[in-house]
């Protein structure tokens, strides 16, 4: 059976940007946020408890977990003595939520313990107001993971991270390298430093234009100044996901709930918007530092053959890592894991299969 969560009402913190009539503006709420998950959900077959994990500061993080259990005399969700496995924590990318792994978590569960969390200022987690200093940012995105940790009662978990979650798992591996088992990256954002020449042939001059004047503003400012016609302008702007879990939905329940998760009051796209120069460049770029990951935590990286995002970025860590595997999903774009979800959901498993062989020293077991 499927636990009811905790429910912590959200705080609503408003930048100082945003008019106070914005939110009225936008046909949207954290109660239509939860009933558009929901419906992602329902798809999924399997048991799993649902929780917002109280961390520091009176933040939270909202949680899915898969074969874990409530301890009878704790809020926190705890694995059960007996699970073999290292469990699987996911993190989404940026404007995502947990329901986006909707085509992934039954299979992905299905011989091991998985969490699946909205990331600190997205999804149904709070919305705090983060620090403007990149670093400061990063820091407090990293925090929250090793407090969300810490209350869950994980030793040590396999991190899988898509997008903006790729570059904060890796992150947050080389923060904590005693807590992560395997490293996997997943079309991650914010590897490769900005060309010294920004405005290169690849971006056009309309684009540049645009982004000279939103610059100010966050990324998604325009889907809440549409107002009513925000909904509609998800469905016509990302028609692509409609397609993308055409095998699941009929309808605009995918456009919905990403309409939900990313009409609400602006927090950890802000502090992405801080962590960025144009034109979505990372301000520190992860390669420069992943060299640092502890050798003995392998690191993998999953792309799409048809993605936006090249696999330059794995290749050149590979060339100081020789140990580093990447893989690269035939047909599938930025979302690997919903263009493909049966090739992504069996590389992960192989991949959770291999680190499982192996033992903490780095030795498979025999």
């Known amino acids: 059976m499927r636990r009811m969560a ?67 005399n704790s809020t926190s969700l705890l694995l059960p003595r007996s699970q073999p496995r290292t469990p699987l924590v996911l993190l989404h990318g940026f404007g995502g939520g947990v329901g986006l792994w909707a085509q992934n978590l039954d299979a992905l569960s299905s011989c091991g313990p ?56 890796a992150a947050y591996t080389l923060k904590y390298p005693n807590r992560v088992r395997h490293l996997l990256l997943v079309e991650p954002w914010g590897f490769p430093a900005r060309p010294e020449n920004p405005n290169h042939y690849s971006i056009p001059v309309w684009i540049r234009a645009i982004g000279a004047i939103m610059s100010p503003f966050n990324p998604l400012a325009g ?20 397609q993308k879990y055409s095998s699941v939905f009929d309808d605009n329940t995918v456009s919905d709930y990403i309409y939900h998760l990313n009409a609400q009051t602006p927090s950890g796209e802000t502090a992405f918007r801080n962590m960025t120069i144009p034109y979505g460049w990372a301000k520190k770029p992860m390669l420069e530092r992943i060299d640092g990951v502890r050798a003995d935590i392998p690191i993998s ?40 979800p049966e090739d992504f959901n069996q590389t992960v498993l192989r991949i959770l299969t291999w680190t499982e062989g192996k033992g903490t020293d780095g030795k498979t077991k025999h």
């Open 6 to 72: 905790e429910e912590v009402q959200p705080r609503t913190e408003q930048s100082s940007w945003i008019p106070n009539w914005l939110p009225s503006w936008c046909p949207t709420s954290p109660t239509q946020l939860k009933d558009a998950e929901e419906k992602m959900l329902k798809t999924v077959r399997r048991p799993y408890s649902r929780q917002h994990i109280r961390i520091s500061n009176s933040n939270y993080l909202w949680t899915i977990a898969f074969s874990t259990h409530l301890h009878p």
């Open 114 to 169: 998985v969490y699946a969390l909205d990331l600190l200022g997205f999804g149904r987690s709070s919305r705090p107001q983060f620090s403007t200093d990149p670093e400061g940012a990063e820091e407090e995105f990293v925090a929250a993971l090793e407090e969300w940790r810490e209350k869950v009662g994980l030793e040590e978990m396999v991190l899988l991270g898509h997008n903006l979650g790729g570059y904060l798992s």
């Open 223 to 242: 889907l809440r100044l549409a107002g009513p016609l925000g909904p509609k302008l998800v469905q016509t702007i990302r028609s692509d996901f409609k």
């Open 301 to 340: 990286f999953i792309y799409g053959s048809r993605s936006n995002i090249d696999s330059n970025s794995g290749y050149a860590v590979k060339k100081t890592r020789p140990d580093v595997e990447i893989i690269v999903i035939r047909g599938a774009g930025h979302y690997v894991f919903a263009d493909q």
